[in-house]
């Protein structure tokens, strides 16, 4: 099935900019979502369809995608932004539909 | 305001079966599908399946296939996922999730988890 790859870890400073990859074959034609999850907690959803944001979700969280890799850009990084996050996608012709990449903890220096 | 509330955390010993609950409410349930996720200590998530609340359509991971089967009960606006010859490794918190009808079909909203521990 298709594999989704992450880093292990990001380590940002706040007021600076983190960038999470995803990357995955010609990922760039499917639809990324963006989840976060603290410790203990369920994940949420904080960007979809590569780069659109529920409602209650900071501007700060941004996403694109292209070519074999799609990026979560966290601006202007907070203490609370401290979380994994995984991406994922869904690829309707496959047998196995809903993949979630490896996941990257975010480390707020 | 959309709710998913799972039940409680249980613990099984190996062979056993669990079924675990998750009712919906603030949307209407036949609507949209229902995922289930699962996440073993420590470790990343896995996809276990998906359960249409419209018509019962179910897709489960191939790793899982015999195992698993995932219901609804649109009477009472539930989904179920029963997960049977339970094995240590399959210790880990369940989750379901509301899957969002258009689009990439994102996980829009989940239920807080189930934590399922296996052991003699």
């Known amino acids: 099935s298709y594999v989704l790859t992450q880093p292990p870890s990001v380590s940002v400073a706040p007021g600076q900019t983190a960038r999470i990859t995803c990357g995955g074959n010609?990922?760039?034609?499917?639809?990324v979502h963006w989840y976060q999850q603290k410790p203990g907690q369920a994940p949420v959803l904080v960007v979809y369809?590569?780069?659109d944001r529920p409602s209650g979700i900071p501007e700060r969280f941004s996403g694109s995608n292209s070519g074999n890799t799609a990026t979560l850009t966290i601006s202007r990084v907070e203490a609370g932004d401290e979380a994994d996050y995984y991406c994922?996608?869904?690829?309707?012709?496959?047998?196995?539909?809903?993949?979630f990449g490896t996941g990257t903890k975010v480390t707020v220096l | 305001q959309v709710q998913l509330v799972q039940s409680g955390a249980e613990v099984k010993k190996p062979g056993a079966s669990v079924k675990v609950s998750c009712k919906a409410s603030?949307?209407?349930?036949?609507?949209?599908?229902i995922s289930w996720v699962r996440q073993a200590p420590g470790q990343g998530l896995e996809w276990m399946g998906w359960?249409?609340?419209?018509?019962?359509?179910?897709n489960y991971a191939q790793k899982l296939q015999g195992r698993v089967t995932m219901t609804t009960d649109t009477s009472t606006s539930t989904a179920y996922m029963e997960l049977r010859s339970l094995r240590s490794d399959d210790t880990a918190v369940y989750y379901c999730a509301r899957v969002y009808a258009s689009g990439g079909h994102a996980f829009d909203y989940w239920g807080q988890g189930t934590l399922v521990t296996v052991s003699s």
């Open positions: 994922q996608v869904w690829d309707s012709s496959s047998d196995h539909p809903y993949v």
């Open positions: 603030g949307y209407t349930f036949t609507s949209y599908g």
């Open positions: 010609n990922i760039g034609s499917k639809s």
């Open positions: 369809d590569d780069s």
């Open positions: 359960i249409s609340a419209y018509n019962g359509n179910t």
